[in-house]
């Protein structure tokens, strides 16, 4: 398991802007909107709760030592909306996944959820709902 | 003799009385008088959420999931029966700067972005309506909870004796087809609208809620004539029928604050 800073430019990313929070702080006050990862880990829990579901992660790093993650990302009433349920997370709750977030400002091992990829290879991304592609 | 003069004053009585109901209508197995619209049902999400879609990839295939975005701000300054409206409320001058200060700070100093209550108006239309003969209910999902308000309709006086309280105290009226409430004796720890949007314990919040086809329309107008100094029609809001039952709301846990490195403020509701 590991996981990679990928280094990409800021304007990659207007979505998340646009794909933020229901009723919460402005994404760019937390995270380095420029600043991707993508890690691969164990997912280990998801808290269905307001203002953002929580994903936790453990991640190990080439160096052999174990990092714990956490992601947040959309309310659970967006999720509701369309058509996903805590269930569709916590099905993969102790498999291997891989999350792509930008990562907080602060450089804690936090960060928001734009990608999530489970074992079966499906896979979850937010994008603009004005113009998906 | 008696007996059919009293036969003859009794149908008098009654039979004014049965055509009357006629007119006026009868009561449904709900409750709810046929006299006026049947605002009864469950209405679709009117709180402004992300426009963003879900993008699901399953063996290749690409699904895009999306929400419905139908109750946002502003998309229904053209229902019928409208009025007009400003996207801002106006302040008294000496309420300007504070107004400016709270906007300004407004991920550390809006109140629902800490799990808080939105109260009246901002917690807009309800997502369910149950309406009786004698009162109307509205439910609510909220992330703070979810609340519910009880209506009388049978022409009572607003409760003298009530606590303040985040969604106040609530009488409603028909206005021809516009069911009217008026709500008041809030408590002054919400914001009306984003942008620090403050108010004062004397606000008062008229609502007016109609259908425009099998739509419905919400529009509210905001009194405080401590703090505004005029009364604030807000954009109105529209809602569609909805399949998606109500859920209860999962537990708000805020954790962000102690991370916010800067004052970048954020589309709300």
Redesign the interface.
Known sequence: MRHKVLAVCSMAFP?FA?????????????FDMGKRVAVTGTLIRI??????IVIAMEARTDGGKVDHWTF?S???????????ARADFAKAVGQAVTVEAVR???G?L?GYMQKITFPD??????????D?K | MAKRFFRVVACAILIPGVALAQQTGSTSSSGASSAHPDLSGVWS?A?????????????GTVT??????SARHGDATSARGVRPSTRTPSYKPEFLAKVKDLSDHQ?KTDP??Y?GKPGVPRIGPPRKIVQLRNEMIFLY?D?SGDPYRIIPTDGRPHRARANPSHYGDSIGKWEGDVFVVDARNFVDDTWVGEDGYFHSDALRVIERIWKDGENLVWQATVEDPMVLAAPWTMPPRLTRPST?PL?E??????T??S????????L??
Request: glycine share 6%; net charge negative.
């Open positions: 979505l646009m794909a933020s929070l229901q009723a919460h702080h402005s994404p760019s006050a937390i808290d269905w709760i307001n203002p953002h947040e959309n309310p659970p009433s967006w999720y509701r909306g369309v058509g996903l907080a400002r602060d804690t936090f290879g499906t896979s979850l991304e937010l994008v603009n709902g004005a998906p | 999400y709180i402004d959420r992300a426009p963003a879609a879900l993008k699901k990839e399953v063996n895009i999931l999306k929400i419905d975005q991920s629902v972005f799990c999902e992330i998606d859920e709301s999962p537990k708000c846990v805020e962000d604050g991370k916010l490195l800067n004052d970048d403020h954020h709300q509701r």
